[in-house]
């Protein structure tokens, strides 16, 4: 790997980078946090799990066609409907379980449209595209790595685990973009900037929220970004088939209203 196939790295590296400019003030304004036993065990397991994960999603967009490889993020909130269980003895109920379900089938039918041989396509191409399996593993991966989360913060506060974790990770990929970047891209500007400090208050709103309700309810919510990234580019890049995502989105909007009202 080399060149501006590996950009991603220095890309990477820069967002974490600007995303501490939020976590850090965050940090220290909150009350001094002493974690528990048990948190660095669970730290150092998630981090190369989380390092795996974002590798694993540049190797499939990069492999793999996006209708091939996106919709397998859908399988993350099928997954928490275990994981969490195993983890932190989280179980959901009947109607919590059946919205979870509705958000993910949304997610996976989102963009049903560019597929070419049917709503299947992405599951049998696990078999022939190297992406779509890729995708499928870090569909797993964010799982354990948003369940491993939810337990460090039980251990610690949300301000200590986003600065620590957030920071090893950036720690890492510097590192990774030093390795690999065999030309690295120098250019900083206002959008990778605006990028890494929206991703850092997206940290901050996402260690709270699931610090209150059970990881399946809130990655699963958090699927919604899918359907109000195609809503921006309908409204701000006219990309054009918003009628054919109604389906999925519909899907995912009714199993919002089942998770809020009766989860």
């Known amino acids: 790997m080399g060149g501006k196939d590996n950009s991603v790295f220095s890309l990477s590296s820069k967002r974490l980078s600007y995303s501490l400019i939020v976590l850090i003030p965050f940090f220290i304004l ?3 946090v002493t974690p528990k036993e048990g948190f660095w065990l669970i730290f150092f397991i998630a981090l190369p799990l989380e390092t795996l994960a974002i590798i694993l999603y540049v190797l499939a967009i990069k492999t793999s066609p996006l209708s091939l490889t996106i919709p397998f993020l859908a399988f993350t909130p099928i997954f928490l409907t275990v994981i ?11 109607s919590g379980l059946i919205g979870v379900i509705f958000i993910a089938f ?15 396509e992405p599951i049998i191409a696990i078999t022939k595209e190297k992406g779509s399996r890729y995708m499928l593993i870090v569909s797993f991966l964010y799982a354990i790595t948003s369940t491993l989360g939810k337990k460090a913060l039980t251990l610690s506060s949300p301000a200590f685990f ?12 510097i590192f990774l973009s030093r390795f690999f970047d065999k030309k690295p891209e120098r250019k900083n500007n206002i959008y990778i900037l605006l990028s890494g400090l929206i991703y850092g208050v997206m940290i901050i709103s996402h260690l ?15 699927r919604l970004s899918l359907l109000f990234s195609i809503l921006w580019g309908y409204l701000f890049f006219q990309e054009v088939n918003i ?3 109604l389906l999925g989105g519909s899907f995912m909007f009714f199993g919002f209203v089942i998770i809020t009202i009766w989860g």
Request: hydrophobic share 40%; net charge positive.
């Open 30 to 32: 909150q009350n001094e």
């Open 84 to 94: 969490p269980k195993i983890i932190l003895g989280e179980g959901l109920t009947l």
């Open 106 to 120: 949304g997610g996976y039918t989102l963009n049903i449209d560019k597929l070419k041989k049917g709503i299947l």
């Open 162 to 173: 986003g600065l620590s974790y957030f920071t090893a990770l950036t720690i890492v990929f």
């Open 208 to 222: 709270y929220a699931i610090s209150l309700t059970k990881v399946a309810y809130m990655i699963s919510i958090k």
């Open 243 to 245: 009628r054919n995502h």
